[in-house]
């Protein structure tokens, strides 16, 4: 029954060990052919242009990754250090002569949305390394396969003239596909029923109110016998006088007429519930949190949807770009770097102070300036952060503040502020900047049992004397 397997893996060594090369790669190379398949077409960019619903994903996803910076990190050993000047920074801030960051960065994201592809066509100086990035339209291109090194080359055709193009010269971003081999899938393609369905029913819901068609869908039932001539007056009469946007009863001269209505309204139909999900299974394919689209969301909704479309959206097309730029783009200029963009993903802010905090008595200036903030050492940043130097915590300031004249002021004022508001149900609590920290907590649980003036002024007495 194995037979053949065995005549398969005959005389290869029973020790297993890594091949020179992926023996995939011919056989694949053969089943491709070099042209782009059906998700690549020019009817994608249609569907963005009548579908406002595809059109709005895509402007948003779009548009909010153009705006998040790129950043070039230098690897030095275990530490990411941001660079502040990089050829690749200054040709991403000018593309080419017609081409602004953004733009490229919004037409490269859209492209990934639509196609499910993206390509960047590199401009070269005498020196071999990008000057110029160019995008080019994913239905122009096709990936031309090879046998060893995966793909060849591209092809971009225009109007029947095809351009031959190094691998060298083409920075080829694609999403995942699960049946192609060399191009990537669009969620375009996956929302395709539901765009043509939300396309249809609007154009049902045009043509209901279009000229000639404001008369329901039936049948105009003549009982008795007419003529000729009758039977051309009655439908004259009818589509003249009952057709066109405004609905209209019909009254007729002649034999005896019945209506028979065999259409169904809107509300039969239940047509703006179909249109709403179809609005969301688009929206959901492209990820874009319906909250963020619903005029009923709540204030609270649409900050969870808003977190939930940069976190689970917005961040993976970003780091997919970035590290294809790390991959393809980088390596021109040499040296171990990095690109990425901003970590726009939500944070929770006390946490990351505590953690910080944390951090002061075991990290180095110049450790802490790498991880958490990804500065360049200084000179003075070898030994950790003294308490000067530390964050102050909440009611504490630098020493330098903390002299005897201004305590002994602030607890003159707190002493006034809390004789003013004693018996009072809700009190707004005094807030110390220049008081220790220690001395602020017992006074404040002190007040809480304080139910006389005399008891408030002999807690101030007691802590002028602590000083």
């Known amino acids: 029954m194995f037979n053949w397997l065995g005549q398969l893996f005959n005389g290869r060594d029973n020790k297993a060990r890594l091949r020179h090369e992926a023996a995939h790669v011919a056989a694949v190379a053969v089943h491709n052919a070099p042209q782009p398949p059906d998700v690549v077409q020019p009817a994608h960019s249609g569907a963005y242009q009548q579908s406002a619903w595809v059109y709005t994903a895509v402007n948003r996803i779009a548009e909010a990754a153009a705006l998040v910076p790129l950043h070039i990190y230098h690897n030095e050993g275990d530490r990411r250090l941001q660079v502040a000047v990089h050829p690749l920074l200054t040709l991403l801030d000018a593309p080419n002569p017609f081409l602004s960051r953004f733009e490229l960065f919004e037409q490269t994201v859209g ?67 699960p049946a192609n081999d060399y191009y990537g899938l669009s969620p375009l393609e996956v929302a395709r029923l539901a765009v043509l369905t939300d396309y249809d029913m609007a154009r049902w819901n045009r043509n209901t109110f279009g000229r000639d068609n404001g008369v329901p869908a039936g049948i105009v039932s003549i009982k008795e016998y007419v003529t000729d001539a009758d039977f051309e007056r009655i439908k004259r009469e009818w589509r003249e006088s009952y057709g066109g946007p405004q609905r209209r009863t019909a009254f007729l001269r002649g034999s005896a007429v019945e209506w028979q209505d ?143 004249e201004a305590v002994r002021a602030e607890l003159k004022r707190w002493e006034k502020f809390a004789l003013r508001r004693l018996g009072r149900k809700s009190v707004r609590p005094f807030e110390p900047r220049y008081i220790p920290k220690a001395l602020a907590q017992t006074l404040q649980a002190a007040l809480v049992e304080a139910q006389t003036a005399q008891e408030v002024r002999a807690l101030f007495a007691r802590a002028r004397e602590e000083l």
């Open 111 to 177: 492209m990934l949305e639509l196609t499910g592809n993206a390509y960047w066509f590199l401009v070269g100086d005498a020196a071999g390394k990008p000057v110029e990035i160019w995008p080019l339209r994913p239905d122009r291109v096709s990936i031309v396969p090879h046998p060893q090194h995966h793909v060849r080359g591209y092809i971009y055709e225009v109007d029947g003239q095809r351009i031959p193009l190094e691998v060298v010269e083409v920075v080829h971003f694609k999403r995942w596909h």
């Open 262 to 404: 065999i259409g169904l309204s809107h509300h039969e139909m239940d047509f703006l519930q179909g249109r709403r999900a179809n609005r969301d299974e688009i929206l959901q394919i492209f990820g874009v949190p319906v909250a963020l689209m619903s005029e009923n969301a709540t204030e609270a909704n649409a900050r969870v949807a808003e977190r939930q479309f940069i976190e689970r959206t917005l961040w993976p097309k970003l780091v997919r770009l970035a590290q294809k730029i790390t991959q393809e783009l980088l390596p021109f200029w040499g040296g171990d770097y990095l690109a990425a963009f901003d970590d726009i993903r939500p944070t929770d802010a006390r946490a990351r102070l505590l953690e910080l905090r944390s951090a002061y008595p075991v990290l180095s200036i110049n450790e802490i300036r790498a991880r958490y903030f990804g500065l360049p050492p200084v000179d003075w940043g070898e030994a950790p952060p003294t308490r000067r130097a530390a964050m102050p915590s909440a009611g504490e300031t630098p020493e330098s503040a903390l002299t005897a």
